[in-house]
T-cell receptor, first 115, second 112 residues
Framework: GNSVTQMEGPVTLSEEAFLTINCTYTATGYPSLFWYVQYPGEGLQLLLKATKADDKGSNKGFEATYRKETTSFHLEKGSVQVSDSAVYFCALRAQGAGGYNKLIFGAGTRLAVHP | ETGVTQTPRHLVMGMTNKKSLKCEQHLGHNAMYWYKQSAKKPLELMFVYSLEERVENNSVPSRFSPECPNSSHLFLHLHTLQPEDSALYLC???????????FGPGTRLTVL
């Protein structure tokens, strides 16, 4: 079946450190892939996406590349800030039992950035 | 402004109460979703509506009853809930089902 696996958190970093949050997926075909972010007290927001192999999604200094050969979509940022502290969710678009499309989310990875 | 609003933001209810959560989207989307987010558990998809028709019900207990009167509004009616139903309930919408989803801020529900 379709699933998303993320690295367990929390991830704790100092400001300006390099960030990697691993995400791997299992799916039939080549699904679209997403990263969502949830800041404290808020709902989820789309951070970036990629729709086909080798695509790189980027936004706000974050990047993720769709790697078909390793079925991965790791999130990276070169220099994190305290304001990046949030929970990050990897997701894929899959087809549900009724033939419609739906998003399948990973468990989320909490990031804490300290000054 | 995310375009998806939820009311109330916080709700405390007893197990015998009946309450409703409301979600409204101003984005012209055709699909709407209810999710449950509990501490230390993955996001759980509860219901999906596409063009006001329910297309998925993920084995959710009948004490949760969704209603989608039109493409802009989604309700979650609650009755005889259990303490383990305490969670953040998130509403989302998308242009079509499976497209990029826009989330509301959630309703923090506590069942006593």
């Amino acid at each position: 079946g379709n699933s998303v696996t993320q690295m367990e958190g929390p991830v704790t970093l100092s400001e300006e450190a390099f960030l990697t949050i691993n995400c791997t997926y299992t799916a039939t075909g080549y699904p679209s892939l997403f990263w969502y972010v949830q800041y404290p007290g808020e709902g989820l927001q789309l951070l970036l996406k990629a729709t086909k192999a080798d695509d790189k999604g980027s936004n706000k200094g974050f990047e993720a590349t769709y790697r078909k050969e390793t079925t991965s979509f790791h999130l990276e940022k070169g220099s994190v800030q305290v304001s990046d502290s949030a929970v990050y969710f990897c997701a894929l678009r899959a087809q549900g039992a009724g033939g419609y499309n739906k998003l399948i989310f990973g468990a989320g990875t909490r990031l804490a950035v300290h000054p | 402004e995310t375009g998806v609003t939820q009311t109330p933001r916080h709700l405390v209810m007893g197990m015998t109460n009946k309450k409703s959560l409301k979600c409204e989207q101003h984005l012209g989307h055709n699909a709407m979703y209810w999710y449950k987010q509990s501490a230390k558990k993955p996001l759980e998809l509860m219901f999906v509506y596409s063009l006001e028709e329910r297309v998925e019900n993920n084995s959710v207990p009948s004490r949760f009853s969704p209603e989608c009167p039109n493409s802009s509004h989604l309700f979650l009616h609650l009755h005889t809930l259990q303490p383990e139903d305490s969670a953040l309930y998130l509403c989302a919408s998308s242009r079509r089902e499976g497209d990029e989803q826009f989330f509301g801020p959630g309703t923090r529900l506590t069942v006593l």
